[in-house]
């Protein structure tokens, strides 16, 4: 394992001189996800307004809740410049039943501060959508990435999970420190022109093969390119 994710590590930065293995794990994960990523309703929306929307709702909600709940909330607020203009109060009467409300205040800031100091266009660089309420490095990335093409990873809590497990990242040593070199080599593997389908297959595999406890390592359509995985039968 450690042999493999220094390999990966070496290779930080430059795509295109990345170890067999890893192209292997890109081209194999992204076959994958052609066939079967998951129909969700705010993919292949053209709108990164929608794309921020369902962002923040996934940041403490699980997806099968905001399936229902993210088409809802469009219908009400279809653009940034309804959300922007709509009263506090209503807003979090349509955030109503997913919790964590600090959520909805963010977003509204954020629509706000677009609308009042950008001209109403969402930031396309990640760090200039951190500067914006509420939005950390990982809905950067997933905003970025998804609704603007920018070659950025995005880690969440399933990503980093099968990250960690194809590269042979073990626990120990401390969870920031694991986190930055995780962040570290997502940076070198997301495929140039692919990246928001790459973070969304990676956060797909970590839902559906790559889940926590017991991860389905024999059907997995990685695993020939996994240090975990790799032998599993
Ligand atoms: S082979 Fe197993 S550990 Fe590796 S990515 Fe697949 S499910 Fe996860």
Not at 18 to 30: E, G, N
Not at 126 to 134: E, N, T, V, Y
Request: glycine fraction near 10%; hydrophobic fraction near 45%; aromatic fraction near 8%.
């Amino acid at each position: 394992m450690r042999i493999l994710a220094g390999a990966y590590a070496s290779q930080k930065q430059n795509a295109c001189r990345l170890p067999p293995r890893a192209r292997s794990f890109r081209r194999r994960l992204l076959a994958w996800y052609a066939r079967h990523g998951r129909r969700l309703p705010w993919r292949g929306l053209n709108d990164p307004y929608a794309v921020l929307v369902s962002e923040v709702m996934l940041q403490q909600t699980q997806v099968r809740r905001v399936t229902g709940f993210f088409p809802r909330f469009l219908a009400r607020y279809p653009t940034l410049e309804d959300l922007a203009a709509a009263p506090p109060d209503a807003v979090r009467e349509a955030w109503d039943g997913l919790g964590y409300y600090a959520r909805a205040r963010n977003l509204h800031a954020a629509a706000r501060e677009v609308v009042d100091r950008l001209g109403g266009a969402l930031p396309a660089r990640p760090a200039d959508l951190r500067r914006l309420p509420g939005i950390g490095r990982y809905t950067a990335g997933a905003v970025a990435s998804i609704a603007f093409g920018a070659n950025v990873p995005a880690l969440d809590t399933n990503a980093t999970r099968v990250l960690g497990r194809v590269l042979g990242i073990r626990r120990g040593g401390g969870a920031a420190r694991r986190q930055a070199r995780l962040w570290r080599l997502a940076e070198a593997l997301v495929p140039r022109g692919r990246a928001g389908d790459w973070n969304q297959a990676l956060m797909d595999l970590g839902a559906t093969i790559c889940v926590a406890r017991a991860p389905r390592c024999p059907v997995c359509p990685v695993r020939q390119s996994c240090a975990l995985g790799f032998g599993r039968s």
